[in-house]
């Protein structure tokens, strides 16, 4: 079992940037794949970047380029840099860790809110 803790998220003017992390409990932490998605109010879940084991990394064309995915295994803690943020970024950004190593979600996070102004 596994608990995810996301935290940094919050507001910024559009052009800005954002750290996001992401704790995870449990002794098997560096065993899984984590990955970070989105939702909006409205639409469904976005997948946005993954990063497995062994800490090869995949990212959806909407963040490819600006966002940055990384892990501290021994700190049990994945993080997200977002740069360059869009108004279209906004949204409740989740992090999960997973057996997949392209799509891990097994395990969820309690989401933590971005949001970008104008």
């Known amino acids: 079992q596994v608990q995810l803790i996301e935290s940094g998220g919050g507001l910024v003017q559009a052009g800005g940037s954002l750290r996001l992390s992401c704790i995870g409990s449990?002794?098997?932490?560096?065993?899984?794949?984590m990955g970070w998605f989105r939702q909006a109010p409205g639409t469904e879940r976005e997948w946005l970047t993954t990063?497995?084991?062994?800490?090869?990394?995949n990212y959806a064309n909407s963040v490819k380029g600006r966002f940055t995915i990384s892990r501290d295994n021994a700190k049990n803690t994945v993080y997200l840099q977002m740069n360059s943020l869009k108004l279209e970024d906004t949204a409740v950004y989740y992090c999960?860790?997973?057996?997949?190593?392209?799509?891990?979600?097994?395990?969820w996070g309690q989401g933590t809110q971005v949001t970008v102004s104008s």
């Open positions: 999960a860790a997973g057996g997949s190593p392209s799509y891990p979600t097994d395990y």
């Open positions: 449990g002794r098997f932490f560096s065993s899984y794949a």
């Open positions: 990063i497995s084991r062994r800490g090869d990394t």
